[in-house]
């Protein structure tokens, strides 16, 4: 026998040899409590009738007690099926399969992991929710590298391809928005812990559908929404100028962002004199609560690019990046708030001392660069390329946004 045969034997056996024992095991015991059987048949009496039932009782307690070991090497076996092996043919063994303790719908799968490296887990993503019947949510490493944990929800559980939008859904708190459905539960933001939003996604990711829920929300919140849009507003029909102020220019941009910074200076006064800590404090004492303010940029990248400006535009593209980073950084506290959005993949576009406080990252489909803008890894890039609405958190958790229809949209 060759060595690659041997080789073949060899891990054939290592998987199914448990299989075959616990085979044979039953086998036996079956033939045991059918020759036990035949005998209480024969002699007919108390004692022999309660052997069998013993024998039969047995034989169900077995049967359960090897349901595991069972599913343990068919989950591996599926594995070598699909192909799942490092490169001398080795599958990841199922070692225990248990609810998560929290949340009992998350199905938590831990197997040793026969040196597969994790982003060839997350590759095989796919393949490994076929051969499991599930939906998986997380995979990540155990406490060292030799266990890799996959944490699931039932294949029937997986995020549709759809949501529609209801104010049913609207919360109550004071300015919790919500953006979609997970898995397990509903995605929201809640801007008076979370103040800033950076969102990103490749065109026709819904990352502009996503962006008008967020801000629908905001007005019927009584927010005052101020839109900076450089495309002239297409993406944002009528209603949306009725009901906010738009910017389409450098120069419009500019007078809001002054607008909002007197008003950021201004509430500091109020609020030092009132000795509050911030707005929501602030309103829940005064007589004449003050609004929160929303600043959307729909192209972030596309109003700080300073690529072929004049000496002139240079400087108001100066004033600009200044008044984003005071609000970035001062704006919770006085209820001045950013949602940013790009889908441009180029990092120097977007300041850093604007984007590491943008506190709430989203992004959809998107290429493994612009992933790791918005959300500092490059999980975004798995989003099937097909998917409209489904993004996704630094956090790793994937969710279908609400689809808002604007005909509907009521103050």
């Not at 919500?178 to 397990?184: F, W």
């Not at 019927?220 to 993406?235: E, L, N, Q, T």
């Amino acid at each position: 026998m060759d060595d690659s045969r041997l080789h073949k034997l060899t891990t054939w056996l290592k998987y199914h040899y448990p299989t075959l024992l616990k085979t044979i095991s039953l086998a036996a015991y079956l033939a045991f409590a059918g020759w036990l059987l035949l005998f209480s048949l024969r002699y007919e009496n108390y004692i022999t009738y309660g052997i069998a039932v013993v024998a039969c009782v047995g034989l169900v307690a077995l049967l359960l007690r090897f349901r595991r070991p069972f599913n343990k090497y068919s989950v591996t076996e599926q594995l070598i099926t699909i192909g799942f092996t490092n490169h001398i043919g080795e599958a990841p063994e199922l070692l225990r399969k248990y609810r998560d303790r929290e949340r009992p719908q998350i199905l938590v799968f831990e197997f040793r992991n026969p040196s597969i490296a994790l982003s060839q887990w997350e590759k095989s993503q796919e393949i490994l929710e076929a051969a499991l019947n599930v939906s998986i949510i997380d995979i990540s490493y155990h406490v060292d590298k030799r266990r890799v944990v996959i944490r699931t929800v039932p294949a029937k559980s997986s995020i549709p391809a759809r949501l529609n939008w209801s104010d049913k859904l609207l919360t109550s708190d004071e300015f919790t928005l919500v953006l979609g459905q997970s898995a397990l539960c509903p995605v929201t933001v809640d801007l008076t812990h979370i103040p800033h939003i950076l969102l990103g996604g490749s065109t026709g990711s819904g990352k502009t559908a996503l962006l008008r829920l967020l801000l629908m929300q905001a007005l019927k919140k009584h927010a005052s929404v101020i839109i900076s849009d450089f495309k002239g507003g297409v993406d944002f029909p009528r209603i949306w100028h009725e009901h906010c102020t738009m910017c389409f220019d450098e120069q419009s941009l500019l007078e809001q962002l002054d607008f909002l910074a007197a008003t950021l200076e201004e509430r500091r006064g109020l609020l030092v004199d009132s000795e509050c800590r911030n707005l929501e404090e602030y309103n829940s004492k005064s007589e004449f609560p003050l609004p929160r303010y929303i600043l959307a940029c729909d192209e972030v990248a596309e109003v700080l690019d300073n690529t072929g400006r004049s000496k002139e535009q240079k400087e108001v593209l100066s004033q600009i990046e200044a008044r984003l980073s005071l609000i970035a950084r001062q704006g919770r506290a006085f209820g001045i708030h950013l949602i940013l959005s790009t889908q441009r993949p180029s990092a120097d576009l977007i300041p850093g001392q604007i984007r590491t406080n943008l506190g709430f990252r989203v992004c959809g489909r998107a290429d493994a660069i612009l992933s790791q803008i918005i959300l500092d890894n490059t999980a975004a890039e798995q989003i099937p390329k097909n998917a409209r609405g489904r993004f996704m958190l630094s956090d790793g958790t994937t969710f279908q946004a609400y689809w808002f229809n604007e005909e509907d949209f009521e103050l």
